[in-house]
């Protein structure tokens, strides 16, 4: 996969993350954006986070091609990589593909 590629997806990942972010605020009062409406958090958050996790198979296909240990699971970096996400309220690009890199070097051989 090309860097461009994973650059693309990476924004792309990340635009969902602020999607997020926001309606989890739907319920909030204070900081509500104007956009979202109460009860978002559940009917819109949970199908975001199935559609960013679609969008990671490439990164750990391309880890077992490269001659990552197969101790991580498929699930396993999926989780590890969204944990990061949602710890650091990522909002960048750049971020997602910092925190991508860091989960796989963890397991790299």
């Known amino acids: 996969m090309t860097n461009a590629s994973n650059e693309y997806r990476h924004e792309k990942i990340a635009e969902l993350l602020a999607i997020i972010w926001s ?21 819109v958050v949970c199908p975001l986070v199935q559609a960013i996790k679609a969008m990671l198979d490439p990164e750990y296909d391309d ?18 990589v969204l944990n990061g996400f949602f710890d650091d309220h990522i909002q960048e690009g750049y971020k997602v593909t910092s925190i991508i890199n860091f989960v796989l070097a963890e397991y790299s051989a």
Do not use: V, Y
């Open 63 to 80: 880890f077992l091609i490269g001659g990552g240990l197969k101790q991580l699971s498929r699930s396993d970096f999926k989780e590890a």
């Open 23 to 43: 309606c989890n605020l739907a319920d909030s009062n204070d900081h509500a954006p104007t956009w979202t409406i109460p009860k978002m958090a559940h009917s």
